[in-house]
């Protein structure tokens, strides 16, 4: 972790880390792709009571610190310190003060860039316990289907896994406090806990006439970023990294270490929709893939701290085999950093769509139990591109409607080791393009229904759980199969009866929907990597990556 102080005379806590994560900010304006459509431009008119919620009380105190405030800004205190005042008696209705400093504080970083945010003391949290890779709670994968709280999964060698918790379970309630309303993260908060402690969960169970109540002791659940790692063809292994934190390292270096074991001698590394996280990671994944001393990335900014490049350290054994990365829209910047890095250096190729586009870097400060996360320079892939794409327009910048391409005539071209072009200043190309295969309207339509799990869940309500994994293993979605499920959609009205005969009608829906079936069985049973090797069949990205194999060998001289 790099550790920074902040800036002389302030109170800002120390750097924590160097985050290039496009979705630890939440609130008013995240930055990464799952953003709400706000403009980043903000008229002068509304920056003054932004800036007077930032510097009233408290705030003020902590960004200014001891040094002496110039007679222009002491004004400005002033003035927010009335505003804020006359806030609190005008409101029509009662705001919590905080909610006002918070979006207040957010609305004067939205003036700077997309991705300068506050971390509120919630976020921040949850941002740092995701980063360390562990947290204190009961070890499952909860979502709302159908309104209600549902667990997806429990999570294997956990406390609700020995609980007896099983996919399709609804909370109803935590603690005697019902969830019917309660947002998501509330739920969540509620569940969490200190290690060592209890909650008590209110479980409706399909296929049961009365809830039951569950007490469980709260324990350390480690959080993988490693999400899937098997071989996926003989001498092939397949890694997804969903994110970076600070166990990456370790969990990318033990799955390359048990698939090379079991006889992999080439790796399809899956980076999609992987958003970034801190640079530490980012250098030790490339540090796998690179030799000792090949740079990795550098940084500049206005000041001269800011002005750093970082080497493969060479800290532990390299996967040296031939090397395929999977990137696409989602692929954000360490997942861009470690692309970038291999793709310069000629080390593998990149398949898939362009990433998204993220070239600035995050200093995140603590301010007391809060976080301030602020961009302080740019970065840049070993060729010497910046991969940041414009973001005049926020509202363009997060729905892409500025292009996602650096293939515009205003790109300039840089060289790999190998003498290949590449382009800047619009995320990181693919050498191979291969756009993700969309569902039909119709099954995308019970993907929205979660019609899928909802008929595991069904078919599994009357199996004995002792059973469940053998009878999951043994399971395929024959032709009865199908006429139940389409019998279970009709019945719930997911989907209508024109619907379901155009699916019926298209061999490639028809395909989606075996698959899906299956694969939501595994979920709930024998655990998520087994119903996602059932998933991948139908991925043309990978299809397509494993076909490339041979020319990334090529590419690499192995």
């Not at 945010?117 to 980063?131: G, I, V």
């Not at 993260?185 to 806990?193: I, M, Q, S, T, Y």
């Not at 292009?403 to 800047?424: E, H, I, K, Y």
Request: some cysteine; aromatic content about 8%; charged content about 25%.
């Amino acid at each position: 972790m790099w550790v920074k102080e902040p800036p002389a005379g302030s109170r800002l806590g120390k750097q924590i880390t160097l985050s290039y994560s496009c979705s630890e900010q939440r609130g008013r304006r995240a930055p990464g792709p799952e953003a709400g459509m706000e403009s980043m431009k903000v008229r002068w008119s509304l920056v003054v009571p932004v800036v007077a919620v930032l510097f009233s009380g408290a705030f003020a105190g902590m960004l200014f610190g001891e040094r002496s405030i110039p007679e222009g800004e002491e004004r400005l205190v002033l003035r927010a310190s009335r505003i804020v005042g006359n806030l609190m008696e005008w409101l029509p209705e009662e705001v919590p003060p905080a909610d006002i400093v918070y979006d207040g504080i957010g609305g004067m970083l939205e003036t700077l860039d997309p991705h300068s945010s506050f971390l509120d003391p919630r976020t921040f949290e949850k941002m740092r316990a995701r980063q360390e890779g562990s947290f204190f709670g009961v070890g499952i994968i909860i979502s709302r289907r159908d309104g209600q709280v549902t667990v997806i999964a429990p999570i294997a060698g956990t406390p609700a896994a020995a609980k007896g918790l099983r996919a399709g379970d609804v909370i109803s309630a935590v603690e005697g406090q019902s969830t019917e309303d309660m947002d998501l993260d509330d739920v969540v908060d509620l569940v969490r806990g200190p290690e060592g402690s209890t909650v008590k969960l209110t479980i409706s169970r399909p296929g049961l006439k009365d809830p039951l109540e569950v007490e469980i002791t709260r324990a350390r659940i480690p959080t993988t970023s490693v999400r899937f790692a098997f071989m996926i063809r003989p001498e092939v292994g397949y890694i997804r990294l969903t994110e970076f934190t600070n166990t990456s390292v370790g969990e990318v270096r033990e799955a390359i270490d048990r698939l090379v074991a079991q006889g992999m001698k080439r790796l399809v590394f899956d980076l999609r929709d992987n958003p970034g996280g801190p640079l530490e990671a980012a250098v030790g994944v490339s540090d796998t893939f690179l030799r000792k001393g090949q740079l990795i990335v550098s940084t500049r900014g206005r000041t001269s701290d800011s002005f750093a490049t970082f080497n493969a350290p060479g800290r532990g054994p390299r996967f040296e085999g031939p090397l395929v990365v999977l990137v696409n829209g989602g692929s954000a910047s360490a997942s861009e950093i470690v692309a970038g890095a291999v793709q310069d250096h000629d080390r593998g190729l990149l398949v898939g769509e362009v990433t998204w586009g993220k070239g600035l870097v995050q200093t995140v400060y603590t301010v007391r139990d809060a976080g301030l996360a602020l961009t302080t320079a740019r970065y840049y892939t070993p060729s010497g591109r910046c991969i940041q794409r414009d973001y005049e327009s926020f509202i363009d910048y997060i729905t892409h409607r500025n292009g996602n391409s650096p293939d515009s005539t205003d790109a300039d071209s840089f060289a790999t080791d190998a003498g290949r072009t590449v382009l800047d200043g619009g995320g990181v190309a693919p050498d191979v393009v291969v756009e993700a295969r969309l569902f039909s309207e119709d099954v995308a339509r019970l993907f929205g229904n979660s019609a899928f799990f909802r008929f595991a869940v069904e078919v599994l309500k009357d199996i004995p759980e002792a059973h469940q994994v053998t009878f999951a293993t043994a399971f395929t979605t024959t032709p009865e199969v199908l006429e139940r499920f389409f019998a279970f959609v009709t019945d719930e009205e997911m989907l209508e009866a024109e619907g379901l005969g155009r699916i019926q009608g298209d061999e490639q829906s028809l395909s989606d929907v075996r698959r899906y079936v299956a694969a939501e069985v595994l979920n709930a049973t024998a655990g998520l990597e087994a119903g996602y090797r059932v998933t991948i069949d139908g991925d043309n990205q990978i299809e397509a990556a494993l076909l490339h194999l041979d020319d990334a060998a090529a590419l690499a001289g192995k």
